[in-house]
């Protein structure tokens, strides 16, 4: 039997890192179902969704922990949660810069009863304008039942000049 488990890694990076995790982790006989790998500032971090065979699980989590000891490593079970009746939608919200504009994306789909698969923020300075643009990328299940364009609506009010468009 298969066991499905999220490790979250976070420490400093080192050249060929997530090469050297994936084929260790194929060694042990596990394989990435799923990963989101960062480099950033010298600071390495990744989230990976790992399939292995359950008597090898916890044979993988030490060899990890043991081989790379400058990590960290945090082990989490898969919570797979249905979502049968759900469709993922892949938006980009443009909008000028100020402060709080995550806090207030992440309320209004709180307010919604939705929840970011994934969020990917950008500012980019405009120097004709003389101001930043926000961007957010995101992926987000929403129910069969609610239109797009009642998500774009509720993330419009969030600024000024916001622009949805929907990948």
């Given at each position: 039997?298969?066991?499905?488990?999220?490790?979250?890694?976070?420490?400093?990076?080192?050249?060929?890192?997530?090469?050297?995790?994936?084929?260790?982790?194929?060694?042990?006989?596990?394989?990435?179902?799923?990963?989101?790998?960062?480099?950033?500032?010298g600071r390495f971090s990744a989230l990976m969704e790992i399939r292995v065979d359950e008597k090898d699980e916890q044979k993988l989590k030490d060899k990890l922990e043991s081989?790379?000891?400058?990590?960290?490593?945090?082990?989490?079970?898969?919570?797979?949660?249905?979502?049968?009746?759900?469709?993922?939608?892949?938006?980009?919200?443009?909008?000028?810069?100020?402060?709080?504009?995550?806090?207030?994306?992440?309320?209004?789909?709180?307010?919604?009863?939705?929840?970011?698969?994934?969020?990917?923020?950008?500012?980019?300075?405009?120097?004709?304008?003389?101001?930043?643009?926000?961007?957010?990328?995101?992926?987000?299940?929403?129910?069969?039942?609610?239109?797009?364009?009642?998500?774009?609506?509720?993330?419009?009010?969030?600024?000024?000049?916001?622009?949805?468009?929907?990948?």
């Amino acid at each position: 039997m298969k066991s499905v488990f999220i490790a979250t890694i976070i420490g400093e990076d080192k050249p060929y890192i997530t090469q050297s995790l994936a084929e260790t982790t194929r060694r042990m006989g596990g394989e990435w179902m799923k990963s989101k790998v960062s480099h950033l500032g010298g600071r390495f971090s990744a989230l990976m969704e790992i399939r292995v065979d359950e008597k090898d699980e916890q044979k993988l989590k030490d060899k990890l922990e043991s081989l790379y000891s400058e990590l960290t490593f945090f082990f989490s079970p898969l919570h797979v949660e249905s979502k049968e009746d759900m469709e993922i939608v892949n938006l980009v919200l443009d909008c000028n810069d100020r402060s709080g504009l995550t806090h207030d994306i992440v309320e209004v789909l709180s307010e919604l009863d939705l929840e970011a698969d994934e969020m990917e923020v950008r500012r980019f300075p405009v120097t004709p304008v003389g101001g930043t643009v926000y961007s957010a990328k995101l992926s987000v299940h929403i129910p069969n039942t609610m239109m797009r364009a009642e998500l774009a609506k509720n993330l419009e009010e969030i600024s000024d000049c916001t622009r949805i468009t929907f990948e």
